[in-house]
């Protein structure tokens, strides 16, 4: 008799879509982990992106979670729920999933069966028919909103559609705090989104409208502003760009006044996880009309050409604005965790008393074992320093802190820490002049790189010295920067010369930073 893996929920889709798609998966998996429930990952290769590329940082952030285990499509196994994402995935992937069975298969449709211009991206019927024949169960349809449940509808009414919207899930981000007021002498105007046409306006015209090159506003871009480039020929030169992935987007929104998401008018968002996100962070949020259907009164509704005179409206009065930014604080809210595992449990799945506890197994981080040098360049930063060393050799890494000081005597190092003698300390008179002190710097910093054999150096501070950079420049080396979450804006043009930034507050773990330095890594590897 064979035997297989039991698990209260299996989570199917391609794991290598970086955006919603991935993100709702992991929060959902994040969600049942912190319940005690078992889950397993499955990756399904769709025909959605045909790219030989990594996992998302979205999924590989869970695999260590208490209860989540990898499974592949030709293991023996059986779930209480079997939950599939991403229509697109299941009808294009060559798997067949032979050994796997489940009580209940759930379809999450959170891609639109139609667009807006009238394109078909899948057949609906022909894929429930498909999902049939796999898992010998009849699934239940699941749409993640009413824009999505429409365009089901309006394909066929032939399959058994859930209800309720299955939802997007959304845990609010530590830290996360009323708004007072606005965060500058003038309107900040911000969006975050993945670099594709879609995501943004049709034409120039409209582009500008929404995102102005003016001095009466301040622009923030996360994402990049490639496609925008194309469409007007240039990139203003009053927006700030920053990359895709190149910030974490809740401390990006914290610098945000009016999160303004126009896209292309084909577009339909089928949930909208980045306006969620922006609610979170209590954003006003300006969308377009059609996103009223699921966000209500908790944002405000426009075309590109009515943008600012949302803006000026609420700039003017700031009650007004802090009414709406709690308003959308409220609504985010109510798209809790405890959610997602009611709708769990009316599935069958029961939740134990009390969740398993397990460590965190770092070694199986991708790219984790490298040989790594934290720069400590401030007394103050040392016990944070020591910490995030400390968790690096959990995951197999050999690491060096590196500790710069001019009183070399004030400080007592550990085992595997070495003292950096300043220029100060080493007697370098000023008279010598800058160039001679910032020389010193970089020379001593590239021999403790290459005695190290260094592959990834780890500077924790609150700015980064340009010698430091200087040291970095033309050696094969990532570079992540560790700073303090203190209120002080980041230095873009710093930022994207790293390979990853992470913040630092009272919230923060320094597991959490060392976990956050290894998902970076594997994107760099």
Known sequence: METRAEYDVVQISDFRLPGGTTSSIAEEVRAQSQAGLSTAVMHAAGSV?????????????????????????????????????????????????????????????????????????????????????????????????????????????????????WVNIFQMPAGSTTREGFVSSKPVIGRHSRPQPGKWPDTKEDILAAYPNSEGYDVQILGGAKIARRKIGW?????????????????????????????????????????????????????????????????????????????????????????????????????????????????????????????????????????????CLSTADLKLSRGIAQHLRR????????????????????????????????????????AARRRYVVRRLGLLLGSAEARRVVTVSGEVPEPVMEALEGRAIEHHWVRPDDGAPLDVQLAVRMSGVSAVDAETTQEDVAVKILEESALWA
């Open 49 to 165: 992106t045909g790219y030989p590329i990594p996992w998302s940082t979205h999924i590989r952030r869970i695999l260590d979670l208490p209860g989540v285990h990898v499974a592949t499509p030709r293991d023996r196994l059986h779930a209480k729920v079997l939950v599939i994402r991403h229509p697109t995935v299941i009808w294009s992937t060559p798997s067949t999933f032979d050994h796997v069975t489940a009580d209940e298969v759930v379809v999450v449709v959170n891609h639109a069966a139609i667009d807006g211009g009238g394109t078909q991206h899948y057949d609906v019927e022909a894929t429930d028919r498909r999902v049939r024949s796999l898992f010998c169960r009849d699934p239940i349809w699941a749409p993640i909103g009413p824009v999505v449940r429409g365009t089901v509808l309006q394909q066929t009414q032939a399959v058994p559609l859930l209800e309720t919207d």
């Open 235 to 375: 990139i203003p030169g009053r927006w700030t760009v920053i990359p895709f992935g190149g910030e974490e987007p809740f401390n990006f929104l914290r610098r945000i006044d009016f999160w303004v998401y126009m896209h292309h008018p084909d577009l339909r968002e089928a949930f909208g996880r980045a306006a969620m996100e922006a609610l979170a962070a209590g954003c006003v949020a300006i969308l377009p009309p059609y996103m009223k259907e699921l966000f209500g009164d908790a944002a405000l509704y426009a075309e590109p050409s009515e943008v600012l005179k949302l803006v000026d409206d609420h700039w003017r009065s700031p009650e007004k604005y802090l009414k709406q930014s709690r308003r959308a604080q409220e609504f985010a809210r109510g798209f809790s965790p405890d959610m997602h595992l009611r709708r769990l449990h009316k599935l069958g799945v029961e939740l134990p008393a009390a969740p398993a506890a397990e460590p965190r197994d770092l070694s199986r981080r991708p790219c984790a074992a490298v040989p790594t040098v934290v720069l």
């Open 395 to 434: 995951s197999g890494a050999p690491v060096v802190v590196a500790m710069f000081s001019d009183h070399p005597a004030e400080v007592a190092l550990d085992e595997g820490e070495i003292h950096v003698p300043s220029a100060a300390s080493f007697n370098i008179p000023e008279e010598a002049g800058d």
